[in-house]
């Protein structure tokens, strides 16, 4: 009998994930259907209900669901309690157990898909919103000597560095909060965009002099041609850019272990999208 999974989201049509899916079952020859399902702003929880009495399997959460995913939730993953957020919900009768696969993603894309070794690196993390709460505690797990994390209002960026300094991760690195004014004089080998800067194509106020050498600018975001952060980047001089298809592959792939107990081979599905 075919295994059902959906991503729910509000808007959902434009998600990527039902094709992602349907590649990593072919790959691992796993029997399962993945289908997108729009669900009311107001009407989450009874779409997530609805599916689990339709034997649904499993489920991606998008925005802007993802913090109401972490809190319908009967138990939920380390990585899911740090973001106070949910990308991947897993049912057990009418249990739901939840996980945040966003940070696994982003680290997997950066040190096995881009070769970039973040220990011992200098890593600024623009934004401090839910994007950037998902990925913290993978970041600091994977041992950077510095996490500087910048926002626009600077309060949230220290709420957020003081919620990563609790983390026995954290012993190794400095982490350290800012707005962007006082980014002046510092220099860093990764600079990430977590912010929303790029669908509105206005960049937060950043300093000249921003990227150390060989540096790496990651934006999540990702769409075709670059983003306005990577123009930025790429006027600066910086070679090497990368958008957040890699990680929204990488985080399918981590939801597909969850769910299926197998991980599928990433790279023919990130070929594949980029040709598309």
């Keep these: 009998m075919t295994d059902q999974y959906v991503v729910i989201g509000n808007p959902v049509a434009h998600s990527q994930s039902p094709r992602i899916h349907a590649m990593f079952a072919a ?28 034997g649904g399997k499993g489920a991606n959460i998008t925005l802007p669901f993802k913090l109401e995913a972490y809190e319908l939730a009967d138990e939920v993953s380390e990585r899911a309690r740090h973001a106070r957020a949910a990308n991947t919900l897993s049912f057990s009768g009418k249990q739901v157990l939840a996980d945040n696969t966003d940070g696994i993603g982003l680290v997997r894309d950066i040190e096995l898909n881009l070769d970039f070794e973040l220990k011992d690196k200098r890593v600024l993390l623009m934004g401090a919103g839910g994007a950037a709460r998902g990925v913290l505690l993978p970041l600091l797990e994977a041992g950077p000597t510095r996490l500087t994390i910048a926002n626009r209002t600077v309060e949230r960026a220290i709420q ?85 298809l890699g990680m929204l592959v990488e985080q399918a792939a981590e939801s597909f272990l969850i769910w299926r107990g197998v991980r599928p081979d990433t790279q023919p599905v990130m070929l594949a999208l980029r040709k598309s």
């Design 160 to 244: 957020l560095a003081q919620s990563a300094q609790h983390q026995p991760a954290a012993v190794r690195t400095d982490v350290s909060a800012c707005g962007f004014d006082d980014l002046s004089g510092q220099r860093f080998e990764l600079v990430i965009n977590a912010t929303s800067s790029s669908l509105s194509d206005e960049l937060p106020p950043l300093p000249d002099e921003l990227f150390a050498a060989e540096a790496l600018a990651y934006d999540m975001m990702y769409g075709k041609g670059l983003t306005s952060f990577l123009a930025y980047a790429e006027a600066k001089n910086v070679e090497r850019l990368a958008d957040g």
């Design 27 to 54: 790959q691992t020859e796993q029997d399962i259907s993945y289908e997108k399902r729009l669900a009311p702003v107001d009407g989450f929880a009874e779409s997530v209900r609805a599916f689990i009495a339709e």
